[in-house]
């Protein structure tokens, strides 16, 4: 099991869903999944944490941690990237720091086209600045 | 033997290779690049997975789509003009068989007389352009022609195929044809009420006037047989106007709920002396046939008029059938015939065995002056009076002849959601003394039938109050406070109703007694030509006796 690389500051309040936990720092809505096989109802879980955490009318910057993801159904890759996702993210960030996370968030990018810019990181901090940079285009 | 974890990939894509998409391989947890291609194989065999079973609903929609269409749908070799593929639909009309259509050119299901435009349509696909509604006549696999739209996209990935439907239009052309004949029959019927209204007051004036020279000179004299012949030819053209005014659906009715078979019964004396001795009438009446509203004259009308038109086309002798049942319209039958409302209706049908109709005369039956009788036998206005009075009545009327055979009219009249009423009484003799000494308030916007109904009036005794507005009546009725015994007003004012006039005066004086006179319908107490119940009106054009008869009647009465 590889060790999640996103860890919320102390003072972040974090909602913790069935897929993982969600947190705002920064003004980008973090995730680390924790789930070994993603499903259909993880992503919904954690689709209705940003809710809790931004409301529902927000388009927000997410930046997803898959540390914790050695599998993913076609369900949950096509939610992530349906037109009800795009109501809620505006760009995601992917920290993949394995071949099974990277091979799974190429995946969900080659195969499913989100409607939304993404794009895979190494590390947290060239993700957040990537974000950062799209922030005149995003709410929040 | 390598390392088994290299072997167990082999594996997983040999499996693949040979079909087994179900078989999933397991990772070792040790998150290498061997973990990612067994996860990457996996979700490559998911998403494979989800996209054939997506792949093969969408195909068997469309197979379910193109098989189960209403449209006519096939393929077509453009080269040899074959079809090559036909639905349910195609086969239900050019098939029965598969056989009957796959391989056989659609040319053969082309009517010969529309062969040319056929093969310009099919010039066109030869040369790679698609077409869109061309219009066809073809025939189907009964014999029957029809008219359809075909239109073909030549298929993208051959210039050899082409994707075609054909969409049936003979049921909306034929619709069409029937919609524009029912407009055609408002317009006229529009332009004949209107020339009705005008003419009736023109007889008023002619006739009253008439009547009055005409009791000035002896019976016995020339200028009097003249003065006949005049007063003659002047009911035989309120007669015409009265049926003008039928066809327009403007004719002043007095419906009730009756019962056809009484109705028919009533009437079947008078039309077994009508029609002689040569023509037998034959009854089946249905004893629980569904009430109507009508009105009982009207009714009376409408079988007369059918009944001459049977005997004009049975010189020779025939049978008269009359026939009364219940009828549904279902939404087929509406969908078919225009100005048709679904429903339950009492039906009556009326048989000749005459010499029928061509097509052509049955479209124009009802056409007001359309005749097929020699000049001076008909006046053409029998039949568009049934048609205007059954449209009055809410009905629907309909006809199948063949030459030779005889004619049916069917006549549809929406059942009364009542149970029947007693038959109307006829008219009351009109009173022996028409004379009196009453005051009478005479609104009239049209200065001639003013001036003669206060001259028939006037003569009688009364104290006549002639108003050419409502305004000039309401200032009298003033002038004469209590004096006034009875108010006759026109319908139709300039600025103004006789409604309007009379319930202002009833404010004052609410036991006034009011006549309505008009030669017309579309206004404020007769609605679609119904009157309203208890007023008391005075049909134009009318005689001097009429006038003061109605006079007589309303001042007479107790109420």
């Not at chain 2, 205007?388 to 009219?409: D, K, L, M, P």
Request: net charge negative; proline share 4%.
């Amino acid at each position: 099991m590889v060790a999640e690389v996103l860890t919320p500051p102390d003072e972040a309040e974090v909602i913790e869903t069935c897929g993982g936990r969600v947190w705002l720092a920064n003004g980008i809505v973090h995730e680390a999944v924790d789930i070994a096989h993603l499903e259909l109802k993880h992503v919904r879980c954690l689709a209705q944490g940003i809710r809790t955490l931004v409301g529902d009318d927000t388009q927000s910057l997410l930046l997803a941690d898959l540390g914790g993801v050695r599998s993913a159904s076609s369900d949950a890759r096509a939610y992530s990237s349906s037109a009800e996702l795009r109501a809620l993210v505006a760009a995601q960030a992917f920290v993949v720091t394995s071949p099974v996370t990277r091979v799974i968030a190429s995946f969900f990018v080659r195969v499913f086209h989100p409607p939304f810019p993404v794009r895979l990181f190494a590390g947290p901090d060239p993700a957040s600045a990537w974000l950062h940079g799209l922030r005149p285009a995003a709410s929040a | 033997m390598g390392d088994p974890r290299l072997e167990a990939v082999l594996n997983q894509l040999m499996r693949f290779a040979g079909g087994d998409l179900a078989f999933r391989g397991e990772t070792s947890g040790s998150d290498d690049e061997l973990d990612a291609i067994v996860v990457g194989l996996n979700m490559l065999a998911d998403d494979f997975l989800l996209q054939q079973s997506r792949s093969r609903a969408a195909m068997q929609d469309m197979a379910d789509l193109f098989q189960r269409a209403p449209v006519m749908l096939f393929t077509l070799d453009i080269t040899s003009g074959a079809i090559l593929r036909a639905n349910g639909a195609m086969l239900d009309r050019h098939g029965p068989r598969e056989s009957d259509i796959v391989g056989v050119g659609l040319r053969d299901h082309v009517d010969p007389s529309c062969a040319d435009a056929f093969d310009e349509s099919f010039t066109l696909l030869r040369g790679g352009v698609d077409i869109r509604g061309h219009e066809l006549t073809l025939t189907s696999h009964d014999g029957n022609s029809y008219v359809a739209l075909l239109s073909a996209v030549v298929a993208d990935d051959s210039r050899r195929r082409a994707r075609c439907t054909l969409v049936d239009i003979q049921e909306h052309r034929q619709m069409e044809a029937k919609l524009l004949q029912a407009q055609k029959m408002e317009a006229v019927g529009k332009l004949a009420g209107g020339v009705a209204h005008d003419f009736n007051n023109l007889l008023t004036v002619i006739n009253n006037y008439t009547s009055l020279v005409r009791m000035s000179v002896p019976d016995d004299t020339e200028v009097a047989e003249d003065l006949d012949c005049v007063l003659e030819a002047s009911r035989k053209a309120a007669d015409l106007t009265g049926q003008l005014l039928a066809f327009s659906r403007r004719q002043v009715i007095r419906p009730k709920v009756l019962q056809l078979n009484e109705l028919v019964a009533r009437t079947h004396r008078m039309l077994a002396r009508l029609l002689g001795k040569n023509i037998d009438i034959g009854l089946v009446l249905d004893p629980v046939c569904w009430a109507t509203r009508i009105d009982a004259g009207q009714f009376e009308q409408i079988l007369v008029n059918l009944a001459v038109n049977a005997r004009d086309a049975m010189p020779g002798g025939g049978k008269l059938m009359i026939e009364t049942s219940n009828v549904v319209l279902d939404d087929d039958y509406v969908r078919t015939h225009a100005d048709v409302e679904s429903g339950e209706y009492a039906m009556l049908a009326v048989s000749d065995t005459g010499e029928g109709m061509s097509p052509e005369v049955v479209a124009r039956a009802f056409e007001p002056f359309f005749t097929t009788k020699p000049v001076g036998s008909g006046t053409g206005l029998g039949l568009a009076t049934c048609y205007g009075i059954v449209r009055q009545a809410g009905g629907h009327i309909w006809i199948y002849s063949e030459v030779g055979h005889g004619t049916v009219f069917k006549i549809y009249l929406p059942r009364a959601g009542q149970p029947a009423e007693d038959f109307p009484e006829p008219d009351a003799a009109p009173p022996d003394d028409l004379r009196g000494t009453e005051t009478i308030l005479l609104l009239e916007d049209d200065e001639q039938v003013r001036a003669i109904g206060a001259r028939v009036l006037g003569d009688a005794g009364y104290t006549v109050l002639p108003a050419s507005s409502g305004a000039q009546a309401k200032r009298l009725f003033a002038e004469r406070a209590g004096a006034v015994d009875l108010l006759l007003t026109d319908i139709v004012l300039r600025k103004t109703t006789g409604h309007e006039v009379a319930d202002a005066l009833r404010v004052d004086s609410p036991s006034l007694r009011v006549i309505y006179c008009s030669g017309y319908t579309d206004n404020s107490i007769v609605h679609q030509g119904v009157l309203d119940p208890d007023v008391d009106f005075l049909a134009k054009p009318f005689l001097s006796t009429d006038l003061l008869g109605a006079v007589r009647k309303a001042l007479d009465r107790n109420t």
